[in-house]
């Protein structure tokens, strides 16, 4: 790796991180980075991971850090999302190069709609969900999450939303479920041989840097710093459907 490559992954690490850490789709960044220093779509996104479950265990650290704890919130989600995760990883490794860019562009239009949802109803507070209701959506958030990554944080912070939570709150429970989500499905990707270490290293340095400042902006800001973050977020995955980059 060229010393602009490595600058590159690291300030790509640094803007994921925070962009994950308040809202979601910092994969967005980071995988496009990885493509760019010479990996294939599959190891691009197996390598992304290693980064991103170090992200969400130092973020996950920081909140709890920060008197913002979400791990116990968390609890009742893990066990779908584990489970998701293994199932969304264990299919998307199956697949090659091609297959793997078509899927995600269909996963990004599939998505647009209950993510721009979510940015609206983000402040409300609704009756929680059922036991089985929250088992089915955090099982799909799992697969999804396993299989692509990018806008799974979205995806979490549309049903804590909606199941109530404010959305510092529903942060901080949010990374406790990614780093669940990416503890399961890192080692498919291992197991798979899709996983470059060293842009993974490089890149993993950014995303922690991120994760901690991204708790701090959280924190000092609420939600009246989140949301535009958020708004953003959603409003780059519809770029990307649209072809636009």
Do not use: C
């Not at 944080?153 to 909606?162: E, K, M, R, V």
């Amino acid at each position: 790796m060229t010393p602009l490559e490595i600058g590159l992954l690291i300030l790509g690490g640094v803007a994921a991180g925070v962009v994950n850490t308040l809202a979601g789709a910092g994969s967005l960044i980071t995988v496009p980075l990885l493509v760019l220093v010479g990996l294939p779509g599959t190891i691009a996104n197996g390598t992304n991971r290693i980064g991103v479950l170090l992200h969400t265990l130092v973020a996950t650290w920081r909140f709890r850090a920060e008197g913002v704890p979400g791990i116990r919130r968390a609890i009742p989600m893990l066990v779908p999302v584990a489970l998701g995760s293994l199932a969304g990883a264990y299919v998307i490794s199956l697949v090659g190069d091609k297959t793997f860019e078509r899927l995600f562009g269909i996963v990004m239009i599939a998505l647009l709609l209950p993510m721009l949802r979510a940015t609206t109803a983000a402040s409300s507070a609704l009756k929680p969900w059922s036991p089985l209701k929250t088992f089915l959506f955090f099982f799909a958030v799992g697969m999804y999450g396993g299989a692509f990554q990018a806008g799974v944080g979205i995806a979490i912070l549309f049903g804590l939303s909606y199941a109530g939570h404010d959305l510092v709150q529903a942060n901080s429970i949010k990374v406790a479920i990614s780093a669940a989500q990416a503890l399961f499905a890192v080692p498919v990707f291992i197991i798979k041989d899709q996983v470059a270490w060293a842009p993974a290293a490089v890149l993993a340095v950014g995303f922690m840097l991120g994760g901690f400042l991204g708790v701090r902006i959280a924190v000092a800001g609420g939600e009246r710093v989140i949301r535009p973050v958020l708004v953003v977020a959603v409003l780059a995955l519809a770029g990307r459907m649209m072809g636009l980059y």
